[in-house]
């Protein structure tokens, strides 16, 4: 059988593109006439601080009425309270210490070298840690510790500036 020729039946039409929409005159008008009518109203706007300002730098000779006298008190709280320059001392007794001592630990390593990075970021906050290592049923452990402290606010206080410092990971025990 002889190929067959599709060429010369009929060409595939070229699609004509869509029409343009025609031009908005009317939008483009509406938006210029907003554009120069703000422009005027600067314009306005910008001649009256200049009026103002003119009204203004003229020098004006006036005298100057006194201030009057301060109205009576109609409440008798200002003679009675008591002078606010006095200060009143009072006596705190000291916390009584239950005995007690608290360390915080900041993190627990199996290598020294882990741990020696830990106590060096604690150092530049200012704050003392030891390392203390211990032996125990899963190995040997590094342990990064703070303290001991008398009080659990002086633990907190340290706790809150190392949280500051972007260590979350130290718990008081």
């Given amino acids: 059988m002889a190929p067959k020729d599709y060429v010369g039946r009929g060409q595939a039409k070229k699609a004509q593109p869509p029409p343009r929409p025609p031009f908005p005159w009317i939008r483009t008008i509406i938006t210029l006439l907003l554009v120069v009518g703000f ?8 001649d009256e601080k200049k009026d103002e300002v ?10 100057v009425e ?3 006298d301060p109205p009576k008190e109609k409440w008798e709280f200002m003679k009675i309270l008591p002078d606010p320059n006095n200060t ?22 199996r290598t020294v070298a882990q741990a020696e990075e830990m106590r060096a970021k604690i150092a530049f906050q200012g704050l003392e840690s ?13 342990r990064v510790v703070l303290g001991p402290y008398d009080s659990k606010r002086n633990a907190e206080r340290d706790r809150h500036k190392l949280q500051r410092a972007g260590m979350t990971t130290c718990r008081i025990w």
């Fill in 88 to 109: 009143v001392e009072v006596d705190v007794p000291d916390a009584p210490n239950s005995g007690k001592t608290y360390v915080m630990q900041c993190g627990s390593f």
């Fill in 39 to 46: 422009a005027v109203f600067l314009w306005f706007i910008r």
């Fill in 130 to 142: 030891q390392v203390k290592t211990s032996d125990g049923q899963n190995g040997k452990w590094h």
């Fill in 66 to 68: 006194p201030l009057p």
């Fill in 54 to 63: 003119e009204l203004q730098s003229q020098p004006t000779v006036k005298e």
